[in-house]
């Protein structure tokens, strides 16, 4: 059985890494993860100016990574690729797209909590963007 695979070493395969370890961080892709996955995507350069079959390629290598590591760990080895504000984004992310089919669960809390030390990122950004994503995604009723 083959079991290598390419690490990864660039800004935009990571930041897509966390992404979609985020969304699926239960191994469940629901539709509305998959649909923030996609917005974030979607917008975002470099990904925007790729084509459907470069984003499909970026896609499958992930989930091919996905499947071998996990989600958390495809985190860790993705943040290693990340600058400082690139973390900071990539965090943000995550915990919008976390929020994105409801309430944070606990585990969805502590894989955040966990991702928020491996991107070495202070606790008070950490706790005022989490509160921030809570008012975002607040019911109105």
């Known amino acids: ?15 897509a890494a966390i ?7 239960d191994g469940v892709l629901t539709q509305a ?7 974030t995507l979607d917008y975002r350069h470099p990904f925007s100016d790729y084509s459907d079959e470069r984003m499909v390629r970026l896609m499958d290598q992930l989930l091919l990574q996905l499947r071998r590591l996990g989600p958390q760990h495809l985190m860790v080895e993705a943040a290693e690729a990340l600058n ?3 973390r900071s984004t990539a965090f943000a992310v ?4 976390m929020r994105s089919d409801g309430r944070l669960l606990e585990d969805e809390r502590n894989i955040l909590s966990n991702l928020g030390g ?19 995604h607040a019911d109105l009723v």
Do not use: K
């Open 1 to 15: 059985m083959h079991t290598s695979h390419t690490p990864i070493n660039d800004a935009a395969t990571a930041f």
């Open 19 to 25: 992404a979609l370890a985020a969304v699926s961080w």
């Open 33 to 39: 993860g998959t649909r923030a996955l996609r917005h």
């Open 84 to 86: 400082a504000d690139q």
């Open 94 to 97: 995550a915990a919008e797209i």
């Open 118 to 136: 491996v991107l070495e990122l202070e606790e008070e950004f950490q706790e005022g963007l989490t509160a921030a994503m809570g008012v975002l």
